[in-house]
C-alpha cells in the first residue's frame, strides 16, 4: 500500500493523489517532498482545531491554493470557523487574540438573552462584517441544491370530519368548569395544558380519553384535581358498554380516513412496491394505529422511543431493504434523531399535529431525501374545526412573521398563550368545512384551479452565529400561509379528484390543500 505514495512520486503519469488523512499522516515525510498546486480536504470539518496533528500537517504541506469541503455548518461556532478560515486564507482575520476581541467576543455576547441595546447591535456590526469578508470566499450550497433533483412530492392537508361521538365529547369538554376557568384568567396553575392534551387525545381517537378518564377514577389519591374535574360527567357521553379495547375506526374521523387511505395504497401496492409511514406524537396513539393494521392484516414494523438505540438501525436497514415485508412502518415522530431515513417508503402520513413545526418537518424529510426513488405522498391529517386546526394555524401564521429559526427542543410548555389565544384554542367550529381556508380568505369557495404550484420549497435555518440577515437561510423552513395560499384548493363534494389516492377518501373530508413539488420530474 505504501507504495502507491511512492508511485505517485516517482511517476510523472499521476496529476493527482487521493489519500485519507490516516495515510497522510503516515507518509508525511514522503508527501512533503511534493509540491502541490491545490490541495482539499473533504470532510473539511476536521481541521476545525489547529492544534490538531493532521492541520499541522496539512499546512506543512507546499501549497498555497487550499480548498475545504464540509457539511457542517462551520459558522455555529466561532472559535472553529477561525481555525477553518486560517487553513485556507492566513491571516486575512489578524491573529486568534485580535479575532477574539473583536468578533468573537462582542458576536457571543450579543446572543446572550442579558445583552443590552448597544451589545445587540455592536454584535450584529461584526456579525455582518465578518460575514462580509468571508463571504469572498465561502461557498454556500444547501439542501434546495438537492431537492431539485429528488423524484415530485404530493403533499396533502386533508380535514378530516369529526364523528357524532367526538363532536358531543368535544362540546361537554369545552363546557367544562376547568375551562371556562382558563377563559378567565383565574387559574394560577396551567391547566390550559391538560385541557389541550384532552382535546388532542379525543382529535385523534374517543378511547385515549376513555381510557385517561377511566384511569382517574381508579387513581382515588390522585391530585390532579384540574384532571378530574375536567373529565366529570364525561363517562355519560361514552355510549353503554363501551370499553377502552373499542378503539373501532367508526368513532374517530381521522382513523375512517386513514384506513381508507391504506386500502387505497395496499391494493396498489400488489403491483408495485408501496410502503407506508404512519407517524404519530403519542405511543397510545400509535397502539391503536398498530391494532388498526392488525386489524386488517397489514403487516407493520415498529420504531419509537422505547426501542433500543441499539436495534434502530437494524430496523430501519430492514424496512429499507426491496425484500423487506411490511406494509406499514409505525414511527414516534420524537424517535429516530435527525439521521433516520426511511426512504424505503413512498408514503408518509402525520396523524397527529405538534405544536414545533420542525418535529414534522423532520418527520417528511425522513422520505423525500436523497436515495428516493418513488413520487412521495405526504398526508397531513387534521380534524375539522378542532384544535388540531389552530395549532396548525399557529405553525403556518407564526412563519409570516418572523420566517423564525426552527428549534427542535420547543414544547407546548415553552408556549405563552394570551387569553385571547386560549379562546380560540378552545373553541369548536361546526359550522365550517376547514377553518384554516376561512383565514386565508380566499374566495375560490373550495374549487380552485390554482394550477401553478409553488416551486419555492418550504426551508429551517441552522442556527448561524452570523447572523440570519447577511446569510441566506439553510434548509427548511414551515410552510407560510402566503405559500398555501399558492396551494390548490378544494372541498370535498368536489366532483373528481386526479389524485387515485384521495379520490378513495373524499366522502370522510371537508377539505384539501394539495400541492405537487418537483412535478416536472415525473
Ligand atoms: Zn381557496
Known sequence: QDHKVEDFISSPLYSVLIISYEMLLRCLEQIQAVEFNLLIC???????????????????????????????????????FYALIEFVNPGILGSLSTYRKIYEEPIVKSREPSATKEEKELGEKRA????????????????????????????????????????????????????????????????????IGALKKLCNHPCLLFKALKEKTCDAVSDEQDESSLYEGLIDVFPQGYTSDTCSESDSGKLQVLVKLLAAIHELSSSERQVVVLVSNYTQTLNILQETCKHYGYSYTRLDGHTPVSQRQQIVDAFNSKFCSAFVFLLSSKAGGVGLNLVGASHLVLYDIDWNPATDIQAMARVWRDGQKQTVHIYRLLTTGSIEEKIYQRQISKQDLSGAVVDLSKTSEHIHFSIEELKDLFTLHEDSSCVTHDLLECDCMGSSEFQNSSTEEP????????????????????????????????????????????????????????????????
Open 42 to 80: 473533504d470532510e473539511g470539518h476536521r481541521l476545525k482545531n489547529s492544534s490538531i496533528k493532521t492541520t499541522t500537517a496539512l499546512t506543512a504541506l507546499s501549497c498555497e491554493r487550499r480548498i475545504i469541503l464540509t457539511g457542517t455548518p462551520i459558522q455555529n461556532d466561532l472559535q472553529e
Open 128 to 195: 455582518a462584517e465578518l460575514t462580509r469578508l468571508t463571504g469572498f470566499f465561502i461557498l454556500r450550497r444547501t439542501q434546495e441544491v438537492i431537492n431539485q433533483f429528488l423524484p415530485p412530492k404530493k403533499e396533502s392537508i386533508i380535514f378530516c370530519l369529526p364523528t357524532a361521538l367526538q363532536l358531543e365529547l368535544y362540546r361537554k369538554l369545552l363546557s367544562s368548569q376547568v375551562i371556562r376557568s382558563c377563559l378567565q384568567g383565574r387559574l394560577e396553575s396551567s391547566p390550559h395544558l391538560v385541557c
Open 459 to 522: 426551508t429551517v435555518s441552522r442556527s448561524c452565529q452570523l447572523g440570519q440577515n447577511h446569510v441566506k437561510p439553510n434548509s427548511k423552513k414551515p410552510l407560510s400561509m402566503s405559500q398555501l395560499m399558492q396551494w390548490k384548493h378544494f372541498s370535498g363534494q368536489y366532483q373528481t379528484l386526479d389524485d387515485p389516492f384521495l379520490e378513495r377518501i373524499k366522502e370522510n373530508v371537508s377539505f384539501f390543500f394539495h400541492n405537487v413539488t418537483n412535478s416536472a420530474s415525473l
